[in-house]
């Protein structure tokens, strides 16, 4: 299989577990909103492919999974934000793999999930909601900080998985994993 054909199919998997685990996995934190599991599949592919297929990962899940359970509703915001986040995670943690010190790249690692998921969630998302649903920002804003709150822990959880993965995916694709 050339490289090509392989990160399309890379991608496809990654699309797929991000759906599956959102949907299959839900674990309830606040008042109608659960868990989203798939987050961990969108960091270990930022983590070891890159922000590109991070990204891709993480806003043509969020499409896929909003089709398939309720439509488009709250869609086009969580796509634009997972977007940010995507991009601000492919490269902060690209960047943090130079670091030889575990503790200081763990802490840059967590301060880039917190400000991406902020800028994300509570910033394009809601500004995104904010338009779509005639809604002052702050309406949204307030709505999304559970969401904000739960994604942030969701991704820092996943970290390790992130690191432990990465070893076995260089193994497999090494013509695929992003270069520190």
Do not use: H
């Not at 601000?88 to 010190?101: E, N, Q, V």
Request: proline letters at 3%; one cysteine or more; charged letters at 10%.
């Amino acid at each position: 299989m050339n490289a090509a054909t392989q990160r399309i199919t890379l991608l496809a998997v990654g699309i797929a577990l991000f759906v599956a685990l959102s949907m299959c996995l839900q674990v309830p934190v606040f008042e109608n909103y659960y868990l989203c599991l798939g987050y961990v599949v969108m960091a270990v592919y930022c983590w070891s492919f890159g922000a590109v297929s991070g990204t891709v990962v993480g806003t043509l899940g969020v499409v896929l999974y909003c089709l398939v359970i309720n439509g488009l509703r709250g869609m086009p915001g969580w796509a634009l934000g997972n977007i940010v986040i995507g991009v601000c995670l492919g490269l902060t943690f690209r960047a943090s793999r130079r670091l030889k010190r575990l503790s200081l790249r763990t802490l840059l690692n967590i301060a880039a999930i917190v400000v991406g998921t902020a800028v994300g969630i509570l910033g394009v998302k809601s500004v995104t909601e904010s338009f779509l649903y005639a809604q002052p920002f702050l309406v949204r804003a307030g709505k999304n900080a559970s969401a904000f709150i739960a994604d942030v822990v969701v991704l820092i959880v996943g970290l390790p998985v992130c690191m432990a993965l990465d070893k076995v995916l260089r193994r497999m694709f090494p013509k695929l994993v992003s270069e520190p």
